[in-house]
């Protein structure tokens, strides 16, 4: 075994190797695109350091669980709680209600170290969305500390059960949780779930685990020792430079810079290599020191700084802020990190651990508060809370109606016990229109069937190649319209979209003849089709920019969009819409209609916000549509909006 007890500042070295890109990477500094590889090295570390300590302990005869935890307390819950405090005060003074709301979604998540879980069900990490979320990257603290619950419990009965076989034990569940990584990956190279889960990230930790129980003994003498090095450097350098947001990752894409990373220690176990000693350089030594506070503080500063500038930091402002994280990072290493440190820090166990519990209750509850009240909403004017519960103004059974499994049984809107006599087909733009049909089901005693999925059009075997669920998209296709075909009672299918994702302008028309074909198979089996045109989009989040403009003292209801701009916008997809004319019984139906009264496109009326985001009509602007959508349900009368 590697006698692990000695200090070795290489490692603190690599720890800056390992946050410096990581730092860079999310300031956008060109020549970083992979940084977000550090992460990686991180864990490759920590496993090796935690499996070095517990071994030796054991070995010693004592190890114990309360000790172990004292240790992770002492090294991660100070800092963690100082930044999600002061996280907590800056979302509550800049984050608008619902990005504080799921601030405060998130701030429960990171106290308990489950943040990994909540983020893998919301975004994923390289999404834009991501980029506005202040503690995403407690993603990576939730995956070691949920591993470590069960590791050091696994190492200890390994030791008394296996003892001789501890490192086979471990490279055994190591190859089979990069196996699942790497087959989830393979099913869907965009799988959040292999980025963020812990069973898939555990065999990094233990890579570096692996180094700790079963170390390669080196042939003597440096050279060998220098070339590993220069290897393991290159395995982890190259990659921040190569890789980038579309690299298919972890997976086989994060095994250079793990196994870089688990060289580097080996290099140096008997002396100094050549690249320990450069990563034990004075000033790469203290950035090593302060890389966990660096990590912590790095990212909220960043994020907090892109919701009052309301777009990206240019490269001076990013500058800035890197000096600004390198400054918070200090302070929390020097007055935070370092106090409670080692055996003689402050707290002894018992208060130690009351303390961390009482802080967890605590930031826990400001979360809770955060979303009970609507993140924390009681901070504006009735006005201003009105526009912003707009968000919330949407559909409650959207979680449940919008799916992306093929055989989704849809959702039946109306009079539930009676037949449904209209069906709506299409993408979220189509879902929207569930509850208003739904209501003129109601008022005839009948129903009306909705089959939705995200961003899969009425477009028969048509699917968009980014799609993680691309081939779900194209069955659900299929089988809706069989469904929809099969059930007697349906005389109307209306299809809508948001058409201007989609390849409507395709010189092939490969878009509209998907459209087509599902109008045909509608139509050639007794159907009427409605076909629903473009809303006007602002492209903006209606709410925010509707609140924003109170907070400016400007009036809310001059937020419009021109007719002319909205047709401009538009023109494209009414064209492909227009050569849809195989069918002179295609029923049109046309929202700007009611939506453009004038020569400006409203997103606020009567006091009443029209959209939930930037491209949805809430539950009141659907609403406004009702006389387009009242005569579907008389099976005699054909129907036809003027423009």
């Not at 685990?209 to 079963?214: H, I, K």
């Not at 918070?328 to 055996?343: C, I, K, N, T």
């Not at 967890?360 to 609507?374: K, Y």
């Not at 496109?601 to 009509?617: E, I, P, T």
Request: net charge neutral; with cysteine; proline share 7%.
């Amino acid at each position: 075994m590697i006698e692990s007890h000695r200090y070795r500042s290489d490692i603190d070295g690599l720890r800056a190797l390992a946050i410096a890109p990581v730092v860079l990477f999310h300031a956008n500094i060109p020549g970083f695109s992979g940084g977000f590889i550090g992460v990686d090295v991180f864990f490759v570390i920590s496993g090796y350091l935690i499996t070095s300590i517990i071994e030796r302990e054991i070995r010693e005869g004592r190890f114990s669980l309360q000790g172990f935890y004292e240790r992770r307390i002492r090294r991660i819950l100070p800092a963690l709680f100082a930044m999600l405090s002061v996280s907590a005060l800056a979302a509550y003074l800049i984050l608008y209600p619902a990005q504080a709301q799921g601030f405060a979604r998130s701030l429960i998540a990171a106290t308990l170290f489950v943040s990994s879980i909540l983020f893998q069900g919301e975004v994923g990490y390289f999404d834009q969305e991501a980029e506005l979320k202040p503690l995403l990257h407690t993603w990576s603290l939730s995956v070691e500390e949920i591993f470590y619950i069960l590791y050091p419990l696994l190492l200890w009965l390994a030791w008394r059960r296996f003892r001789g076989h501890q490192a086979t034990l471990v490279a055994g569940i190591a190859a089979l949780s990069f196996a699942a990584t790497v087959i989830a990956l393979w099913i869907d190279r965009q799988s959040t779930a292999a980025f963020f889960l812990p069973h898939f990230r555990a065999w990094e930790l233990l890579i570096g685990a692996l180094v700790a129980l079963a170390p390669l003994r080196l042939p003597n003498g440096r050279a060998f020792a220098a070339i590993l090095s220069i290897v393991g450097l290159s395995m982890i350098v190259v990659p921040v430079y190569a890789y980038s947001q579309t690299t298919t990752f972890p997976g086989l894409a994060a095994l250079p810079p793990c196994i870089g990373t688990a060289l580097v220690i080996l290099a140096g176990q008997r002396h100094p290599s050549p690249v320990g000693r450069m990563l034990s350089w004075r000033p790469i030594l203290l950035l090593g020191l302060i890389s966990y506070s660096l990590y912590l503080w790095h990212w909220p500063i960043f994020v907090f700084a892109r919701h009052i500038l309301g777009r990206e930091p240019l490269l001076g402002e990013s500058l800035a802020l890197i000096a600004a994280s390198l400054i918070a990072a200090v302070l929390s290493w020097r007055f935070v990190e370092r106090p409670f440190r080692g055996r003689s820090g402050l707290l002894q166990r018992p208060a130690l651990f009351a303390a961390a519990a009482l802080a967890a209750l605590v930031l826990t509850g400001i979360g809770l508060h955060g979303q009970q009240t609507g993140g924390w909403l009681g901070r504006y004017a009735p006005e201003l809370v009105d526009i912003f519960t707009a968000t919330q103004d949407r559909d409650p059974r959207q979680p449940e109606c919008e799916s992306v499994r093929a055989d989704t049984p849809g959702c039946i809107y109306g009079e539930a016990d009676a037949p449904p006599v209209v069906a709506l087909l299409g993408d979220s733009h189509a879902a929207v229109y569930a509850m208003v049909l739904g209501e003129l089901a109601q008022a005839r005693g009948e129903s009306v069937l909705s089959l939705a999925m995200p961003i899969c059009p009425p477009a028969l075997g048509w699917a968009g190649e980014p799609l993680s669920w691309r081939e779900d998209c194209g069955l659900f296709q299929q089988l809706a319209l069989e469904r929809i075909i099969a059930t007697a009672s349906i005389h109307t299918v209306v299809l809508a979209a948001w058409y201007r994702i989609y390849p409507f302008d395709d010189p092939n028309r490969e878009f509209a003849l998907a459209m087509e074909e599902a109008i045909e198979r509608l139509i050639s089996a007794g159907k009427r089709v409605a076909l629903v045109y473009p809303i006007p989009q602002p492209d903006a989040d209606v709410p925010t920019t509707l609140a924003e403009a109170i907070l400016e003292g400007r009036d809310p209801n001059l937020i419009r969009q021109p007719l002319e701009q909205f047709h401009a916008d538009q023109g494209g997809v009414f064209a492909m819409l227009d050569g849809l004319d195989r069918h002179a019984s295609l029923i049109r139906i046309y929202p700007h209609l009611v939506l453009c009264p004038g020569p400006d496109c409203l997103f606020y009326r009567g006091g009443r916000v029209l959209y939930y985001d930037d491209n949805h009509l809430s539950v009141t602007g659907a609403a406004l549509l009702r006389p387009r959508f009242a005569p579907l349900f008389d099976v005699s009368e054909q129907q036809e909006d003027r423009r």
